[in-house]
């Protein structure tokens, strides 16, 4: 039996055109809002560009083959989320979301959906693993968790959930479908923002949602259609160029947080670490079970915001930006936003693909300014 290529060799050319003499090796994005459509509705061609349109078709063939189930594209992150939570939650449902996970979730759940009488419950991910989920009709949760990089065990919480009767959804931001295979571990749901790594070059807002069973993703796909949350051809375009070197950006982003995470561990004016590649982290355990890759992630704390706002200034090699995923490296204050119950001095520090020497000598020289 030949061997299976990897997820990684795969991802190069995810959704590409059949190699056939005389075609390109890559689709262009296609511009259209109108089809040619005559007679009988053909619910098989494209009909009008709020329905579909080739070049989601190609960018969701090729994150279907790498997440293992139904994708549909959205403009953002957070409007895959939405139509996670406004399409298959109904009056009277319960919502669990984390309390430590990405805040505007929560808020949109709060604004939009608890008005319609959706029940929203939260939780801290830690307690994730050994919370009862009888009672919860969804939950939308993160591992690692965005931004202090908390884990659960995804099969665990999967057959519980299952059991008593709801449906899992896994935010997989932080690890990408490279790094973590949610719906191979149980979920019935993956979403990313591919803002982040996925497009990996600061240039487009986009997101996506994987679904293991057809039914899901009809509803779904659905809510896209009626509520006009549809990306533009070129953002997707751009983000299915940017697949092809996903996973090299990825191996070189979290070979250098690693190292970076070390030296930041033994660093004495950097108070904790929070990195799941660390074996005395407390997401290490789970971490090295259930992801492909430790992340390119890292939270640490120093001794006030002065000292992180003095820390962030004194970098050269790294941009102060929210975000992360990029090529480049950056970085925040992250209790700048108010959203996050975290301590006024940490720093999260998304690494980027510059050369390890060059980013760790900047982060120790920065560090000895303070
Ligand atoms: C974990 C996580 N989920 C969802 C989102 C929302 O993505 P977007 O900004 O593309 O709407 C973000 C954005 O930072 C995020 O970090």
Redesign the pocket.
């Known amino acids: 039996m030949p061997r299976k290529p990897s997820l990684a060799s795969l991802s190069i050319n995810a959704g590409a055109p059949l190699p056939e003499n005389g075609r390109a090796f890559r689709h262009g994005p296609e511009f259209a809002s109108t089809f040619h459509l005559s007679g009988d509705v053909d619910p098989n061609a494209y009909q009008y560009g709020r329905f579909g349109q080739p070049t989601w078709t190609s960018l969701e063939q090729g994150l279907a083959q790498l997440e293992g189930g139904d994708t549909i594209v959205f403009p ?6 939405a139509g996670i939570l406004t399409s298959l939650l109904k009056p009277g449902d319960t919502i669990l979301l984390p309390s430590d ?2 805040a ?2 929560r808020f949109y759940t709060e604004q939009y959906l608890v008005k319609f009488g959706v029940k929203l419950k939260t939780i801290p991910t830690q307690e994730i693993d050994n919370f009862d989920f009888s009672g919860i009709d969804l939950a939308l949760l ?1 591992t690692p968790s ?1 931004p202090m990089l908390d884990t659960f065990d995804i099969q665990g919480v999967a057959a519980k959930i299952h059991k008593s009767g709801g449906l899992l959804a896994i ?1 997989n ?2 690890l990408t479908f490279l790094g973590q295979q949610p719906l191979a571990l149980g979920a019935d749901i993956s ?6 790594a996925v497009n990996g070059h600061s240039d487009v ?3 996506h949602v994987a679904c293991t069973s057809q039914a899901l993703s009809d509803k779904i796909r659905q809510w896209r259609k009626f509520s006009g949350n549809i990306p533009g051809p070129m953002e997707t375009w751009l983000v299915h160029r940017s697949l092809s070197t996903l996973d090299v950006r990825l191996q070189r982003m979290c070979d250098t947080a690693m190292l970076l995470a070390q030296a930041l561990y033994e660093h004495p004016k950097v108070k904790s670490v929070r990195y799941p590649g660390l074996p005395k982290d407390p997401s290490y355990n789970i971490a090295k079970t259930q992801q492909q890759l430790f992340g390119f992630i890292i939270s640490f704390e120093l001794d006030s915001k002065c000292k992180a706002d003095a820390f962030l200034k004194a970098c050269s090699l790294v941009y102060e930006a ?3 995923g990029g090529v480049h490296s950056t970085a925040e204050r992250r209790a700048r936003w108010g959203t996050d119950n975290i301590a006024p001095g940490v720093v999260r520090f998304s690494v980027g693909c510059e050369r390890a020497d060059d980013l760790i000598y900047d982060v120790m020289h920065a560090l000895k300014q303070l």
């Open positions: 953002s992150g957070m409007s895959a989320a996970g990405y505007p979730v993160e965005n935010d931001t932080t979403m990313s923002a591919d803002t982040k807002v986009f997101g929210t975000s992360f």
